[in-house]
């Protein structure tokens, strides 16, 4: 997934003297090895090339006995890089507390059992990867499924049942595509006992589907790569659709305003966590400004809004930068793309600002269409009609542009900032 670009900001960023690659990466960064004088060391698994030292050879004359480290808990031991929805990536310092912090997700969200099968289909340099494929189920000794080939709805929905996955974690935009397959109705999941999605919100009609067909209940999560998994739906406990669930064993997590004070029930305000939680990030590598910017009052700041409820479940409003001011109102772009998903003809969403002299901003929706529809307007007045009737119909999309492919980050999330954009340069000329 990653570009030449990608890689040499993160090997220059990191100070890396070694990198290690599969055949798929090879030719990336051979185009930039003459820029990274510090790299000294090419590793590369699987095959034999020149300039390259093989993984095989390495292993196969390396001791079977070691040292053992004498090493803190709290002393820094990976850093992993934010997906970069605005500017460059920032790598997030984790500690060797933060590794064992993962046998808690594994054991209560993932809920893993040694007997399970477990495919999680995050791509490999990505935090979920970290949690939910390599130290969770490590710590739990569960046996892992991993498929390499482009995403395929009717070939994954075959290897579920082929090889008898039983807990199966997938992306938000994955499971949308899949509830949208007209293979899913007769797919055989029965070996299926537990399913989760993290990333981003899970839409409540996505969940349903699911429900309805294969009487699967999917366990949305939220967590970030500065820290772990946040917030959950935990076997065991009620999930209601379209919520983040509860915050996870060992995690304080509050609904906070500008000044740090607790919000009661209802009322949006910044997601924060406790800054004594092993899981948390030491800080941005080399960026302490950056660090300090996501810390207030004893939390660190996830930059996301939400609203916690009565019971405890907390609900996502959107990111601190992505909430829309209009006419007054305070409008989660999340909110209202869970009710377009509930519209036939849309497959996936995002909305965003529009400036406006009148009402400071109109809410736009960028639609990706499902196989059956065409754009039209008699569509975007379908649409538009349908929300009104799904929502306050002050939230519903003023404006509906129809879009081949939604932008996104490496790892799948969507870069609303990059459409928001779009719409700031057309206001400007």
């Not at 004070?261 to 406790?274: R, T, V």
């Not at 030491?282 to 660190?300: C, F, H, I, L, S």
Request: charged share 30%; proline share 6%; net charge negative.
């Amino acid at each position: 997934m990653l570009r030449a670009g990608d890689l040499k900001f993160r090997t220059e960023h990191s100070g890396a003297v070694a990198l290690i690659s599969g055949p798929e990466s090879v030719e990336e960064v051979e185009t930039i090895r003459d820029e990274l004088p510090d790299l000294q060391h090419l590793v590369l698994l699987g095959e034999e090339r020149e300039g390259w030292e093989s993984y095989d050879k390495l292993v196969e004359g390396a001791s079977e006995s070691f040292t053992v480290e004498d090493t803190a808990s709290d002393e820094g031991a990976l850093i992993l890089y934010t997906s970069g929805t605005t500017k460059h990536p920032k790598g997030a310092l984790h500690t060797h507390g933060y590794t064992y912090a993962k046998r808690v997700q594994a054991r209560y969200w993932l809920d893993l059992q040694e007997e399970d099968r477990l495919w999680c289909t995050a791509a490999s340099g990505w935090a979920k990867n970290v949690w939910n494929v390599f130290l969770g189920p490590w710590s739990w000794g569960t046996e892992l499924f991993m498929h390499e080939g482009a995403f395929d709805a009717a070939e994954r929905l075959s290897l579920i049942g082929r090889y008898g996955i039983t807990v199966l974690c997938q992306a938000p935009t994955e499971y949308r595509v899949l509830t949208n397959a007209p293979e899913l109705e007769d797919a055989d999941l029965s070996s299926v006992r537990h399913a989760l999605s993290a990333g981003e919100p899970l839409n409540a009609p996505v969940i349903e589907r699911w429900k309805e067909l294969h009487g699967l209940t999917i366990y949305d999560g939220y967590g970030q790569t500065e820290n772990t998994l946040l917030v959950g739906n935990f076997p065991g406990i009620e999930v209601r659709p379209g919520s983040m669930g509860k915050p996870s064993p060992g995690c304080d997590v509050r609904i906070i305003d500008e000044d740090g004070k607790e919000l009661p029930p209802g009322e949006p305000g910044d997601i924060a966590l406790s800054r004594d939680n092993p899981a948390l990030f030491k800080g941005y590598w080399e960026q302490p400004d950056a660090t300090e910017e996501v810390m207030r009052n004893g939390y660190y700041l996830t930059e996301d809004r939400g609203t916690l409820d009565e019971d405890g479940y907390i609900w996502f409003v959107g990111r601190s930068d992505d909430v829309i001011l209009s006419a007054g109102y305070r409008i989660g772009p999340f909110e209202v793309e869970d009710v377009l998903i509930g519209h036939p003809a849309v497959a996936e969403s995002a909305v965003v600002p529009v400036p406006d002299e009148d009402r400071g901003s109109l809410v736009k929706a960028y639609v990706v269409l499902t196989e059956d529809y065409e754009p039209s307007e008699e569509l975007v007045q379908e649409i538009q009609d349908y929300c009104k009737s799904e929502t306050a119909p002050y939230k519903y999309p003023r404006q509906i542009e129809f879009i081949e492919e939604l932008p996104k980050t490496a790892s799948g999330k969507i870069r609303r900032v990059e459409l928001r954009q779009r719409e700031e340069a057309k206001a400007t000329g």
